[in-house]
């Protein structure tokens, strides 16, 4: 009975013993998963060690490696929870998450403080390649957020913070195409702690003490057929006014994709063998992942500009300078357009300027410039147009079909 007793303890410590190596070894199976797939984004990781306990897996000592900046070292641990590994040999995460950051600046004064940065959804493949580069792109996370972030002085006192900063990728939609957005919600600075006498002039004339503000922007691309549009980017100062941006291209490839992914992967390579790159390499660097996007071409774009109340502060604030009153200069500056156009020879150009310009004077509500030429343009076709258009610049004019309109 003692010897049963004896065996069934041993089998129970051999058990346990090979249950946690297995679980060791799964650990590093995902740590090093994650490494090889981060190298397609132009990131190099590596880790202290790697654990695993149920569906959870902790990673120490996490740095990231750029080329030509110094590592970053992230804070404690990196803890992904909801592990699970896939049929086909890749891993799912439900969370990923690392510690909140605290970091105070004694000789300045402030305290950094930055909470909930996290991503959600993420896949790891089971065979990190370049066949698989776009799948992997689009596959490895539905959602990284991260924030609150403050600033705050010796007394505690807020300065500057950001409630939100979200990106996030969805599902393929049915006609292919892959739509991703962000957006930062929740800024705001305390201008009252600006120590210029200058700028304190120009707040108090604006009625400004606190700046608020938000961006976001969304886009979708259809790999097969190279299309893609970048819908609303947009940034709203609160109270003031806000401009935004539309476009679409062409000739954004799956094989144009991949090579930008190698050279990603080129950059994580050189950072995980620790090379140095001087201002040159670096240039040459960007220079080279820049040449690709030469052929994308231009479809239409426009930039709008929605005002609410900035426009007038400005001309008060202008007019105050001088002499006069906001009303006083507006009336000034609408007589002044025409003026201004008077040696423009494209008549038709010139009409359609000061219309939109002095309807926008009148009752400022917004103004677009946006371009939709007759058929896409490649954007290397614009290299060595300097001479031309330095001689004639309408030739953009022409070309991109420039359309200026206001409150429309």
């Avoid at 740095?63 to 900046?69: A, M, V």
């Avoid at 896939?86 to 950051?101: K, L, M, P």
């Avoid at 605290?102 to 930055?114: Q, R, S």
């Amino acid at each position: 009975m003692k010897k049963i007793t004896r065996l069934s303890i041993t089998a129970a410590i051999l058990m346990a013993g090979t249950s946690q190596a297995a679980l060791a070894l799964e650990a590093t199976d995902f740590a090093d998963r994650l490494v090889e797939t981060s190298k397609l984004m132009g990131l190099a990781f590596t880790y202290g060690s790697a654990t695993a306990e149920g569906d959870t897996v902790t990673l120490s000592d996490f740095t990231i490696s750029i080329p030509g900046e110094d590592d970053v070292d992230v804070p404690g641990d990196v803890i992904f929870t909801g592990v699970v590994e896939t049929a086909e040999g890749g891993f799912s995460v439900e969370r990923a998450a690392i510690d909140d950051v605290e970091y105070t600046d004694e000789d300045e004064g402030i305290t950094l403080n930055f909470v909930d940065i996290a991503a959600e959804g993420l896949e790891l493949p089971a065979v990190v390649s370049i066949d698989t580069m776009l799948e992997i792109g689009f596959n490895l996370y539905d959602r990284v957020s991260a924030g609150p972030l403050t600033v705050s002085d010796a007394d505690g006192t807020e300065l500057f913070a950001i409630d939100l900063m979200e990106m996030t990728v969805e599902d393929a939609d049915a006609d292919g195409g892959l739509t991703s957005a962000y957006q930062v919600t929740g800024i705001r600075a305390d201008l009252s702690s600006i120590d210029e006498p200058e700028a304190q002039e120009i707040f108090e004339a604006f009625g400004l003490d606190q700046f608020n503000a938000s961006m976001s922007g969304s886009g979708t691309w259809w790999p097969q057929t190279g299309e893609g549009t970048v819908e609303d980017v947009s940034f709203v100062v609160d109270e003031l006014g806000s401009i935004s941006m539309d476009f679409a291209v062409e000739g954004y490839t799956e094989t144009l994709y991949t090579e930008l992914m190698k050279l990603n992967l080129k950059m994580a390579e050189m950072a995980e063998a620790d090379m140095e790159m001087d201002d040159d390499q670096m240039m040459a660097m960007s220079e080279a992942m820049l040449e690709p996007l030469a052929d994308i071409k231009l479809v239409n774009g426009a930039v709008r500009y929605d005002d609410n109340s900035l426009f007038m502060k400005v001309l008060d604030f202008i007019g105050a300078e001088q002499g006069v009153d906001g009303e006083t200069f507006k009336a000034g500056l609408q007589f002044m357009v025409p003026m201004a156009l008077a040696e423009v020879e494209n008549t038709a150009f010139k009409t359609m300027v000061t219309s939109a310009v002095n309807t926008f004077i009148a009752d400022p509500q917004n103004f677009t410039i946006s371009v939709e030429p007759e058929e896409p343009i490649a954007f290397s076709e614009f290299e060595g147009m300097e001479a031309e258009v330095e001689a004639d610049p309408f030739v953009l004019v022409d070309l991109l079909n420039v359309q200026i309109t206001a409150n429309q």
